[in-house]
């Protein structure tokens, strides 16, 4: 299991920027590939990118290009940089284990997510 804490939400405007942290513990974290989700009002959570232990990187279209994962181990801090942001990127962002984009959404505990509200 793995226990994190998300934070860097805020509001902002269209075109502006963000960066997430998520501060996980437990040696799951350390060596599982893990992911930004979000979930915006009436639709499914979904992975948005992931980073493995080593800083291989995937990303779903509809950030690719906007968005930048990265960790730091000896900080066990996931970030995600989020430039060029649009109203549909509103959302709660979570992190959890994660590669494949469009793959099962892990079940078991989440965090309480850092809201991100992109207006107009």
């Known amino acids: 299991q793995v226990h994190v804490v998300e934070s860097g939400g805020g509001l902002v405007q269209a075109g502006g920027s963000l960066r997430l942290s998520c501060v996980g513990s437990?040696?799951?974290?350390?060596?599982?590939?893990m992911g930004w989700y979000r979930q915006a009002p009436g639709k499914q959570r979904e992975l948005v990118a992931a980073?493995?232990?080593?800083?291989?990187?995937n990303y779903a279209d509809s950030v690719k290009g906007r968005f930048t994962i990265s960790r730091d181990n000896a900080k066990n801090t996931v970030y995600l940089q989020m430039n060029s942001l649009k109203p549909e990127d509103t959302a709660v962002y979570y992190c959890?284990?994660?590669?494949?984009?469009?793959?099962?959404?892990?079940?078991?505990?989440w965090g309480q997510g850092t809201q991100v509200t992109v207006s107009s």
């Open positions: 959890n284990p994660g590669w494949v984009v469009g793959g099962p959404i892990p079940s078991g505990s």
């Open positions: 437990g040696i799951i974290f350390s060596i599982s590939a």
């Open positions: 980073v493995t232990s080593g800083g291989r990187t």
